[in-house]
C-alpha cells in the first residue's frame, strides 16, 4: 500500500514553511542567537495560524486536524530551527488558557531537563498536571545549543514520556535531517577544489547520499508513527529520526570542511540543536528497551 501526501496536507505544510521564511527566515534567526529570547509576537503568530489548536476539535476553536498534520508541521519548524517549548504548548493547548492562541507559552517537566523555563508561563508535570516554577527547585545550566536555554530540575519518577511528545520531537529532528541534507547538497555543488565541485569527488558524494537514506527512512518511519500511533512505532521512529539529525548535522559539518566549524554557518546550529531534542523525553536508551519488549511478547 502507498501512502502520500493529500493536496490538503501539502498546503498545510507549505503554508507553515512560506510563514516561517517571511517570520524566522535566516537573518531572524541569526539574530536570535545573537540576543536569545523567546519572540512573544512570533509565539502569537503561530497562534493565529491555528499551529498550537491543530487538533482541537472545530467546536472549540480548534482546528480539527490529527497527529500526521501535526507531524508536517513540527518538520517544519524543526527543520528552519524555530526556538521554543512548541510541543508542550501544542499539548497544553486543550487544557491551559491561551495555549492554543499563543498567549501563553507552556513548558513540560519530561526529564531532568526542562527547556525555556523563565520564559514559559505554565509548566506541566510528566503526570500532566500543573506545577508552580519555585516548587520545582531548577538550577540554570549553560546550554550548548544558544537557542534552547535549560535547567536542571531533581530527578522524579521514571517515565516513558508522553508518546505524542515524543513523536512531535522526531519530526523536528526529521526536519533538521532534511535541511542539512539541502546545506551539504547545495555547498558540495558550489564548493570547488582542483577545478571541480567538491561534490564530483566520490568520498563526499557517500557522504551526501547516506545523509539522504537516512533521512528518508527516518521520514517513513515518523509518518507511519503519526498514522498508528503506536508506541513501540514511535520509539523506533524517535530513534532513527534523532541518528539522522545528529549524525546528518555532522557529516553536513564534514562536507562543508573548515568553514563547517565557524560561527557564521549555520551547520554548527542544527547539530546543536540536534543534541540537545536528543535529550529530550523519551531518551534513546528507554525506547531501545520499549521496542525490545515489544519483540519479545510479539
Sequence with gaps: MRFQLTDDQRALRSGLRELLGARFGREALRAAVDAPGLDRAL?????????????LPEADGGVGLGLPEAVLLFEEAGRTLLPGPLAATQLAAGTVPGAATGETVVTCV?????????????????????????????VPLKSLDPLTPLHRVAPGEPSAGDPEATLLTAAEQLGTAARTVELAVQHARAREQFGRPIGAFQAVKHLCAQMLVRTELARAAVYGAAVTADPSDIAAARLLADEAAVRGARDCLQVHGGMGFTWEADVHLHLKRAWARAHRGQSAADAEEALAAELLTA
Aim: proline letters at 2%.
Design 110 to 138: 519530561d526529564g531532568p531537563l526542562v527547556e525555556w523555563l523563565d520564559e514559559s508561563d505554565a509548566v506541566r508535570a510528566r503526570d500532566g498536571s500543573l506545577v508552580e516554577k519555585g516548587a520545582l527547585a531548577a
Design 43 to 55: 509565539w502569537r503568530t503561530l497562534g493565529e495560524a491555528g499551529f498550537f489548536a491543530l487538533r
